[in-house]
């Protein structure tokens, strides 16, 4: 069974930024997988796809991320990253990563990400 492990998050103040990782030691990116996304959740609200990128390169961001997160991936090390500039506290939720557009694989554990003076 593949087993995604997100972790990177934790308290930060706004306008401040965070690095999330998302690795899986049995997804081949570009083989197996052909796009990758980090979804959020914050308290009480559905979850939502922010970023996503494809083999080729191509990426996707929601509106509200626009311009501020960027989302990379390392092929070798099977790692896709969330870079996420100026945080905003609406930006708080824990988040996760799994395939697009639909997420098949079972959900990690995500990581917490909490913006906050």
């Known amino acids: 069974q593949v087993q995604l492990v997100e972790s990177g998050g934790g308290l930060v103040q706004p306008g401040g930024s965070l690095r999330l990782s998302c690795a899986s030691s049995?997804?081949?990116?570009?083989?197996?997988?052909?796009?990758m996304g980090w979804y959020r959740q914050a308290p009480g609200k559905q979850r939502e796809l922010v970023a996503s990128?494809?083999?080729?390169?191509?990426?996707n961001y929601a509106d509200s991320v626009k311009g501020r997160f960027t989302i990379s991936t390392d092929n070798a090390k099977n790692t896709v990253y969330l870079q996420m500039n100026s945080l905003k506290p609406e930006d708080t939720a824990v988040y996760y990563c799994?395939?697009?557009?639909?997420?098949?694989?079972?959900w990690g554990q995500g990581t917490q990400v909490t913006v906050s003076s």
């Open positions: 799994n395939t697009v557009p639909v997420a098949m694989l079972g």
């Open positions: 049995r997804i081949i990116f570009g083989i197996s997988i052909y796009a």
């Open positions: 990128t494809t083999v080729g390169g191509t990426t």
